[in-house]
């Protein structure tokens, strides 16, 4: 089936610093992406949807400045946090929909981030 | 507001036992439902969904979903579950797979 590889899995950071985190579609085309968070006890929380070629709609409440979103191709979207601060920590999904499939989305595996 | 509620963090089912978690929703608009299950340290896998006709859905692994709309539920079940169906599950609503919003997922472990 379908993959969706998201890396790193895990980054530590110092505070101030700025994070790179990528997805990837590896054997289908993905016109659109979604990024998601997740605290700990919570649900997925949405924060953008990412659209090859144009500019990511993020939702109500989210930084767009602080995550930054890139989605160059069709099969790779990025997510960068920048300048760092420890309340960013948190668990970072991404998701792509797959246009063969009706849609269908797949996740990542997911990038714990922790930043100190 | 758009919302989903999973009345279950934790549950905790010897094999062979059946299963049940709730699913509420809130939701304005042409509603679909997802049933996605995350094993330890892998991906979020659908499970099933609903979309539209028979409100009583099949998924894989024996799973099967109920969309009860005057109950705005969409509850899992499986009537007898095994120590591999031990997972995370997450309920989620949605027009179509767009912008999927989240419950906050049960934890549910069978023991042997």
């Known amino acids: 089936g379908a993959v969706v590889s998201q890396h790193p899995s895990r980054v530590i950071c110092k505070s101030g610093t700025s994070v790179k985190i990528e997805c990837r579609s590896l054997?289908?085309?993905?016109?659109?992406m979604f990024w998601y968070r997740q605290f700990p006890k919570q649900s997925l929380m949405l924060m953008a949807t990412?659209?090859?070629?144009?500019?990511?709609?993020?939702e109500q409440g989210v930084e767009k400045d602080k995550f930054l979103i890139n989605h160059a191709s069709l099969t790779l979207s990025t997510l960068t946090v920048t300048s760092a601060h420890p309340e960013d920590s948190s668990f970072y999904i991404c998701?792509?929909?797959?246009?063969?499939?009706?849609?269908?989305?797949?996740f990542g595996s997911g990038t714990q981030l922790s930043v100190l | 507001a758009q919302s989903v509620s999973q009345h279950n963090h934790h549950v905790i089912l010897s094999e062979a036992a059946s299963l049940e978690l709730g699913c509420n929703y809130s939701?304005?608009?042409?509603?679909?439902l997802f049933w996605y299950v995350q094993y330890p340290g892998q991906h979020l896998q659908l499970l099933l969904k609903?979309?539209?006709?028979?409100?009583l859905v099949k998924g894989i692994k024996g799973f099967e979903a109920e969309f009860i709309k005057s109950k705005f539920s969409f509850n899992l079940r499986k009537p007898s579950v095994q120590w591999s169906d031990t997972a995370e599950y997450f309920c989620?609503?949605?027009?179509?797979?767009?912008?999927?919003?989240f419950g906050a997922g049960t934890r549910l472990a069978v023991h042997p």
């Open positions: 998701s792509a929909r797959d246009g063969r499939e009706r849609g269908k989305l797949f």
């Open positions: 054997d289908f085309q993905a016109t659109t």
């Open positions: 990412s659209n090859e070629g144009s500019k990511a709609t993020y």
């Open positions: 939701y304005g608009g042409t509603v679909n």
């Open positions: 609903y979309f539209s006709g028979d409100p």
């Open positions: 989620a609503v949605g027009g179509g797979y767009n912008k999927l919003i």
